[in-house]
């Protein structure tokens, strides 16, 4: 039998895992993905069914969900077993920071607060607001941001627009819109061209190794490189498009960029200092 709100719900990927602890609806969630760590209790409280990619089907009909909630076509295979299996899904395909905040108000939505999730979602664009008019009068540095080294992939749509909202200018906004992956591959020549200011890394699934973006062919002549402006920022903050990247990513941006002043010699920062917390 479909309940509304739903009871029991399935989340696959982590943002919606911490949105709804956020808005206080954490007792609906009956099992997680793996890379489930927001908030930290999360690991103790919820059982883990799927990885990213890869679910355990069986594991996910045993619960009992009356909710799966997933994430973009790489999590439709498993959409598809889920809804022939008679489980109702919701898939959502956000790519960019207004659909981030569209996330939390349309799952707010569904599991019938929508009234919380609008103060939720409207908090996060007030402190990103505000944070923009801070550095509105500032030159925007620019930036590179690499989410991926083999092939170099530049950052997607809501890691642009925060960039824009901390002082930054992406050197490769055009491509961010691109959904896929493969479709924001750069070459080394292309960032070399940008001469990006300050680069910022985050490799899903490894840490980021400074020293071989800095040894990389003709990196030497780049700004970034040539002034140790390469920072990391961990995956679980920034590669996930919902509340940790609205706050804690952003602030990791921010704390990149701020130690960045105009003018005059730029300030020396620690190479692959992993900027940012777990809340």
């Known amino acids: 039998m479909r309940r509304f709100p739903p009871e029991r719900i399935v989340c696959l990927t982590e943002e919606t895992v911490e949105t709804l602890y956020l808005l206080g609806e954490e007792d609906r969630i009956v099992g997680v993905s793996g890379y489930a760590v927001r908030p ?17 089907i069986p594991k996910i009909l045993a619960l009992a969900p009356d909710l799966v909630l997933a994430f973009s076509d790489l999590q439709a295979d498993i ?3 889920l809804a022939r299996a008679g489980v109702a899904v919701h898939l959502f395909n956000q790519r960019d920071l207004a659909g981030c905040l569209a996330m939390v108000r349309t799952l707010g939505a569904l599991v019938g607060v929508p009234e919380r999730a609008e103060t939720l979602a409207a908090g996060f664009e007030a402190r990103l607001a505000e944070a923009a008019r801070a550095v ?31 002082g930054g200018q992406d050197v490769f906004s055009d491509l ?27 490799w899903c699934g490894k840490r980021v190794n400074i020293d071989r973006i800095r040894a ?7 700004p970034a490189v040539r002034d140790g402006r390469i920072h990391e920022i961990k995956a679980p903050l920034i590669l996930q498009p919902g509340p940790a990247a609205l706050t804690d990513g952003f602030d990791a941006i921010q704390a990149c960029l701020g130690q960045l ?11 692959g200092a992993r900027i940012g917390r777990m809340s």
């Open 261 to 271: 002043p105009r003018g005059g010699p730029g300030s020396q920062v620690t190479d």
């Open 216 to 222: 990389r062919p003709g990196f030497s002549a780049i």
């Open 40 to 56: 930290p209790r999360v690991r103790k409280e919820k059982p883990r069914v799927s990885a990213f990619t890869s679910a355990d």
């Open 136 to 166: 509105a009068d500032r030159p925007p540095l620019r930036v590179y941001f690499e989410e991926w080294d083999a092939p170099m992939i530049s950052g997607i749509g809501w890691v642009s627009d925060l960039i824009a909202r901390a």
């Open 79 to 81: 959409v598809a077993d």
């Open 176 to 202: 961010s819109r691109q959904q896929a992956a493969k479709d924001r591959i750069v070459t080394p020549e292309q960032v070399i061209a940008a001469a990006p200011e300050v680069i910022l890394a985050s």
